[in-house]
């Protein structure tokens, strides 16, 4: 729920902006409500997340690219090569986010501390609605945007 461009260079194995940036230009971006991202809070959920990212492929006139996704972002990149097609060259994923051995309170605590760091400057954002993403994102037995992308 947290992912943003700074995770690469916080979280990740390495850091993709500043491994490629010399032979690609690359491009990352802040999650919606990540990092810098800032925007109305709704029924936010696997496919919303996905759109996000083709629509800003979209918008900057990428005809063709290659995507990397770390953790959540390799359900990302998925969704990204089914609903783009050929204009996907190629994907890297790396750590594939997955359900294992009960680590699905892990993933919902995870919504909780992006809920926290949240409230103080979204006020109108409730609790239930938070829960309610939490159950959208990672009450299903598939972590996946790709049947849902429209």
Known sequence: MRSS???WSRFAPFNAIEEFKDD?????????????STAPIGE??????????????????VERCHVMGGCIGCSYALALIEKLGKRIASAVLQN?????????????GMVEDWARQLRPSRAEVEAAYLEAVAGRMFGGELYSASTELS
């Open 5 to 7: 461009v700074d995770a």
């Open 96 to 108: 594939p986010i997955g359900l294992s051995n009960g680590n699905r309170e892990v993933f919902f």
């Open 44 to 61: 936010d959920d696997w496919a919303s997340y996905a759109q996000d990212q083709a629509a800003l492929l979209e918008h900057l006139g």
């Open 24 to 36: 690609f230009q690359v491009i990352a971006m802040d999650q919606r409500n990540a990092g810098r």
